[in-house]
């Protein structure tokens, strides 16, 4: 009986979706968001992604695909190899808001349908 409850609960684990609990999560480099767990579908903070200063430029958002709601605010500051924004295509909620400075490689933000 025990072992069928835990069974239980491991397979439930796995339906349920992930949520980062923090105040902010910071993606400073490539590395950083190839780091983030894909997996991650709600942020309950602000999501930063910041490639002010980086010797590793954030080219690409392929990770924080599954994201579908921010709590709080995404800040896109300064990514300078960053063309587009498809890993935030699954976004649904941004319940705080968008800023988005000195991005000059990006070109348009069409799949971003909030």
Same mark, same amino acid.
């Given at each position: 009986?025990i072992?069928?409850?835990?069974l239980?609960?491991? %397979?439930?684990? %796995?339906?349920?979706?992930?949520?980062?609990?923090? !105040?902010?999560v @910071?993606?400073?480099? !490539?590395?950083? @968001?190839?780091?983030?767990?894909?997996?991650? /579908? /709600?942020?309950?903070?602000?999501?930063?992604? &910041?490639?002010? !200063?980086?010797?590793?430029p954030?080219? &690409?958002?392929?990770?924080?695909?599954?994201?579908?709601?921010? $709590?709080? %605010?995404?800040?896109?500051i300064?990514?300078?190899?960053?063309?587009?924004?498809?890993?935030?295509? &699954?976004?649904? /909620?941004?319940?705080?808001?968008?800023?988005?400075?000195?991005?000059?490689?990006? $070109? &348009?933000l069409?799949?971003? !349908?909030?």
């Amino acid at each position: 009986m025990i072992r069928s409850i835990i069974l239980s609960a491991v %397979f439930v684990s %796995f339906l349920l979706p992930r949520t980062l609990f923090s !105040q902010a999560v @910071v993606l400073q480099s !490539q590395a950083d @968001v190839d780091a983030f767990d894909p997996a991650t /579908t /709600t942020i309950n903070g602000n999501l930063n992604i &910041n490639g002010y !200063q980086s010797s590793d430029p954030i080219t &690409n958002l392929s990770n924080l695909s599954n994201l579908t709601s921010i $709590s709080l %605010f995404i800040y896109m500051i300064s990514n300078v190899a960053l063309t587009n924004i498809d890993g935030l295509s &699954n976004l649904s /909620t941004i319940s705080g808001g968008l800023k988005i400075n000195n991005n000059a490689a990006l $070109s &348009n933000l069409m799949d971003l !349908q909030i």
